[in-house]
């Protein structure tokens, strides 16, 4: 299981707020539901790295990062860096019947 602690230092926050307590909540329960109560090594890492991306994603609920002179910069859909830390989607272990 992940921390706010943990999610703060790698945002680089000043401090842990309610809504980052709410995401690591909801990501330590999606990521025990994947993988179950024992993650398997680098997961961890990987449910910081998510739990960061949904921290960032509530200044851009719609996908938007930011405008600039060249236009807006959208949020990413998919991160395949994410998926394979977290070994899900294509990364996910093949499970047999």
Do not use: C
């Not at 230092?9 to 909801?26: A, F, T």
């Not at 509530?58 to 998919?78: I, L, P």
Request: no cysteine; aromatic share 6%.
């Amino acid at each position: 299981m992940i921390t706010a602690e943990q999610v703060q230092r790698h945002l680089k926050l000043p401090s842990v707020d309610s809504h980052l307590e709410l995401i690591v909540g909801e990501v330590n329960g999606m990521v025990t539901e994947w993988h179950g109560n024992k993650w398997p090594p680098g997961v961890e890492l990987g449910a910081v790295m998510l739990a960061a991306r949904l921290h960032r994603r509530r200044n851009s609920s719609n996908g938007v990062e930011s405008f600039s002179d060249m236009g807006a910069s959208y949020v990413s859909r998919f991160d395949s860096d994410l998926d394979r830390q977290l070994r899900i989607n294509a990364w996910a272990t093949p499970v047999v019947g």
